[in-house]
């Protein structure tokens, strides 16, 4: 069913899982929040999309969480919950805004709050405590602003970068987003007309034992594979001994289509 050529470029994206899993938060002020607070993960994600970069939503929730505590507003479901939607958007706005969409976000979080506070006690944490993955992403997918690409990506978070333990997580499949499926046809993996459903049932077919493994696709989307330019053989301009000046990880094997 798949070529050797495909085979490859998948062991090739397993590969760069290995060595890319582990490092998503690092120990910097948005890796510590996130560590240590449920609730700061969950507004991350739900900034996480909607045309801002992955970057600009992590950050976009460490400036709330920032804004908040100027305000004296605990960065908890119970504070957020009985604060006024008003308030809230006057924090999401604030420059630079938490996201291009900053007056939906501000819903989307203050909508969430009160999501937890009635359905989980309060506590993010129960949120997420739960014995399958699957049953973490159909909870994640009840909150406003969470859709099918943010729940897989938050669920993969979860297991890989916090150390969530859930019997199915390995099931799991693939978060596709543009990075992953402009990748995948790059690298001859998904046709240029192919649907998000068709990419993940490619990636559980050349992957059938961990198929999200194939979502490091999004790292090497993000870094070299982009949409503005493709730095097979790494980009001359980036400092020395970033991602960005190394070859491509799947340049060996990629066939580099159009
Ligand atoms: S080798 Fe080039 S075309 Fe292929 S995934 Fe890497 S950057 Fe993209």
Redesign the pocket.
């Known amino acids: 069913m798949f070529t050797q050529a495909q085979k490859d470029v998948a062991a090739a994206l397993v590969e760069v899982y290995k060595g890319w899993v582990g490092k998503g938060f690092g120990n910097g002020p948005i890796g510590k929040l996130v560590k240590s607070n449920r609730f700061a993960f969950l507004v991350a994600v739900i900034l996480d999309g909607g045309g801002v970069s992955a970057d600009q939503a992590w950050q976009g929730m460490a400036n709330f969480a920032a804004r908040l505590k100027r305000k004296k507003i605990p960065f908890t479901p119970s504070a957020v919950a009985t604060t006024h939607l008003a308030t809230l958007k006057v924090l999401a706005a604030e420059k630079p805004c938490i996201h291009k969409y900053h007056a939906n976000m501000a819903r989307f979080i203050k909508k969430a709050a009160r999501r937890i506070v009635d359905d989980y006690g309060g506590d993010a944490d129960e949120l997420f405590d739960a014995f399958t993955a699957r049953e973490v992403f159909f909870r994640l997918m009840e909150f406003e602003g969470i859709g099918d690409k943010r729940a897989n990506m938050a669920v993969r978070l979860l297991v890989d970068e916090l150390g969530e333990k859930y019997r199915d997580a390995q099931h799991m499949n693939v978060p596709v987003d543009v990075q992953v499926e402009r990748?995948f046809q790059?690298?001859g993996l998904a046709g240029a007309n192919a649907s998000r459903t068709e990419i993940q049932q490619t990636a559980a077919r050349l992957n059938p034992d961990a198929p999200w493994a194939l979502d490091s696709a999004w790292h090497?989307g993000y870094t070299?594979?982009t949409a503005s330019a493709?730095?097979?053989d790494g980009d001359p301009a980036a400092d020395e001994g970033t991602d960005q000046s190394e070859f491509?990880p799947?340049?060996a094997v990629?066939p580099?289509l159009p």
């Open positions: 990748v790059r690298a090497v070299w594979c493709r730095y097979c491509c799947l340049s990629c580099r």
